[in-house]
């Protein structure tokens, strides 16, 4: 009998140090105000998923033995991970490939877009009933949330990240392996100053 659990939501997330987080948002935000709006983001980001009702993995850097991540004061029902040498792709593939070992489906999210709320990361898992995999593009061309029931390398490999391409460059790969594709409604990522339009109601408060 496959004892496989249902769902884990795996969130890649770096530590939002001051002067190292969301580098981009400080010609609007200051330094000190980036590293704010990006820990905002990342406490959001996980109390989503974690009202998903899914196992949620936080995969980060610096490792999570390292004190920083103490001082967020983060659910202990969380499950912690280091993220893998390489670049982006390879350390999505790897933390995908050993989740899949115990759950059925896989959920890959950032911390960038607070736009993905707990009932569209559900929808993107119910998806999976009758799709091999799933997408919600970034408006930027990349995605906020890739997810699937089997990983392949090539979904992760030769692709410059952080690019306009990523996204349709993942969906040509996902057709080339002849897979079925669901895609979502585009979302916005937070990076860039003029992204701050698509924040939530209030969270501007006590930056400017």
Avoid at 26 to 55: D, E, K, N
Avoid at 91 to 98: I, P
Wanted: glycine share 6%.
């Amino acid at each position: 009998m496959n004892q496989k659990r249902s769902t884990c939501i795996i969130l890649f997330a770096k530590f939002p140090a001051r002067g190292m987080a969301k580098t981009r948002l400080q010609p609007a935000l200051g330094v000190a105000g980036a590293a704010c709006m990006a820990r905002q983001l990342l406490l959001h980001s996980i109390s989503q998923a974690l009202a998903t009702g899914f196992s949620v993995e936080l995969c980060v850097s610096p490792p999570p033995n390292d004190p920083c991540w103490q001082t967020l004061g983060l659910p202990e029902s969380l499950i912690w991970s280091a993220q893998a040498d390489g670049d982006l792709g390879e350390r999505m593939y790897t933390a995908s490939t050993q989740a899949l070992a115990k759950f059925k489906k896989v959920l890959l999210i950032g911390s960038d877009c607070p736009s993905l709320t707990a009932a569209v990361i559900q929808d993107a898992a119910q998806q999976l009933d009758n799709s091999h995999s799933v997408m919600i593009p970034a408006s930027d061309g990349g995605y906020v949330l890739f997810g699937f029931k089997q990983a392949d390398a090539s979904l992760f490999s030769n692709i410059e990240w952080s690019t306009a391409s990523v996204a349709c460059i993942t969906q040509q790969r996902i057709r080339d392996l002849g897979w079925s594709l669901t895609k979502l409604d585009t979302l916005h990522d937070i990076d860039e100053p003029e992204d701050l339009q698509y924040l939530p109601k209030g969270w501007l408060d006590g930056y400017r």
